[in-house]
């Protein structure tokens, strides 16, 4: 199955190529990936709206830890969902990390602000 139709995909994808998972299984299971703490923001996006967006692309349940969690430089994702969506999932976050600050006004995903 491919990734949904996604100004957000579409971004990722000339960031790094997507190759989709293999992976048939349909066992739901939980995985964990670290990004670091200075991108929880990126990843998130402003009102949530990147997490959200890459949670609606990948049917994955997604939380990322908050800052009163965070030990160290790094900080943990949770991704839950069949073993294709996670791939997807982290394949989102991964190349979120690479696009500019203001990916979330590029998509759409909020509005532009106003001066």
Known sequence: ???KKSKLFEMAQSMMPYYPSTDE???KIEQTMSIPN???GQVLGRKASIINEIRNI???KITVAKDS???GEDRVV???GIPR???LAEYMINSVQ???????QICGLIPTPKY
């Open 1 to 3: 199955m491919a990734a």
């Open 25 to 27: 299984s349909t066992e």
């Open 38 to 40: 200075k991108n929880a």
């Open 58 to 60: 990948s049917n994955c």
């Open 69 to 71: 969690d965070v030990m």
């Open 78 to 80: 949770t991704i839950s």
């Open 85 to 87: 969506d996670i791939h």
């Open 98 to 104: 690479q696009m500019p600050r203001d990916t979330p």
